[in-house]
């Protein structure tokens, strides 16, 4: 089991994921019997360390988001460890659960998925205070007032429904409800992917600004190497279920190793009309985490593919920017 190296700090990470796997059993068959599985997160290792942010980058499809309900216990994972302050999460049961529900905080893609649609903002922001037995109603609605002004977001806000809100703004709802309790992790799912590009600068300032205020730790998984760069310490480059680079954000920028990081980075455009595109263009789709192709799972689409990787799967390399490429072995 490779793990990705940390840079040598004095303090323990507030989150160390070791091996983890998410297989979802497939039904098949008249019977809907399970033969095979989605391997969605397929033996995962990495640290974050606090006020640290972990950007996490893949195409749909490769496991990111899967990966961080498993963290934040949406889902239960089928192995591996998920130690949050040194104590495993992985397996706790419901009841367990509830004292890291706290600390581990979620913001979804689409904050509509999230927010209850009858419920008014002062009630969403409310429920947390009242799920955990926090405080009586004027405590309550003192916080809630105080979190929409964290947020930007105008007191009138508390008797408005969600769907009375921009994305922008709705998104802002979806922040404040996740750092109501004072959590310590976020798992920031896509955040700003919905947004146009002028909102998801200012949401990404607001989460910046947050996290240096709360001392947060962020995991934030995007599809988009270019929103990752503006937010990320470290980048973890995933492809089907695994991770097959990591690094400081700048150096993944400038010395790119996996030819999968290398394609996404060239696919970010540059505001230079004097730029010339050396754009490497992905052929077809990521294949199925039920069916995964045998050796490197990047073969089928790698320009630099070679005959040991359709047979052998690389590991992830014990370096500076650990990669798991067989061009540099
Ligand atoms: Fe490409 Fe081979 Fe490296 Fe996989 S191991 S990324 S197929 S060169």
Redesign the pocket.
């Known amino acids: 089991m490779s793990v990705i190296p940390l840079q040598v700090k004095s303090v323990d990470p507030i989150l160390s994921v070791r091996d983890l796997k998410m297989h979802f059993p497939v039904k098949e068959g008249i019977f809907m019997r399970t033969g095979r599985f989605n391997k969605a997160v397929d033996g995962v290792n990495f640290d974050i360390m606090p006020g640290e942010t972990l950007g996490l980058v893949g195409e749909s499809g490769c496991g990111k988001s899967t990966l961080g309900r498993c963290i934040s216990r949406l889902y239960q994972p089928t192995a591996g460890e998920i130690r949050f302050e040194g104590r495993d999460i992985a397996t706790l049961k419901r009841k367990e659960l509830m004292p890291f529900r706290r600390d581990i905080q979620m913001i979804f893609q689409d904050p509509m998925e999230s927010l209850n649609a009858r419920h008014t903002v002062g009630q969403i922001l409310e429920e947390p205070f009242q799920i955990h037995r926090i405080g009586d109603r004027a405590y309550r609605q003192q916080r809630v007032k105080e979190l929409l002004d964290v947020v930007g977001l105008p007191a009138r806000s508390v008797t408005r429904y969600p769907f009375e809100f921009s994305g922008g703004q709705r998104q802002r709802i979806g922040i404040a409800r996740a750092i109501a309790l004072n959590p310590k992790l976020i798992i920031c799912d896509e955040p700003v992917s919905a947004l146009d590009v002028s909102i998801q600068s200012q949401i990404l300032n607001l989460l910046i600004d947050l996290q240096t205020e709360y001392k947060l730790s962020y995991l934030f998984i995007a599809h988009d190497l270019a929103v990752v760069k503006h937010i990320s310490d470290r980048i973890a480059i995933m492809y089907l279920g695994r991770i097959v680079e990591t690094g400081a954000g700048e150096s993944i920028y400038r010395t790119a190793r996996?030819?999968?990081t290398q394609s996404l980075i060239s696919a970010i455009p540059v505001p230079d009309p004097h730029h010339h595109s050396h754009r490497q263009i992905l052929v077809g789709d990521v294949p199925s985490p039920i069916n995964p192709p045998s050796g490197?799972s990047?073969?089928t689409r790698?320009p630099?593919?070679?005959e040991?990787?359709r047979q052998t799967s690389?590991v992830l390399s014990q370096d500076q920017q650990p990669v798991a490429?067989?061009?540099y072995e």
């Open positions: 996996h030819p999968y490197c990047f073969h790698c630099k593919v070679m040991v990787c690389p490429c067989h061009l």
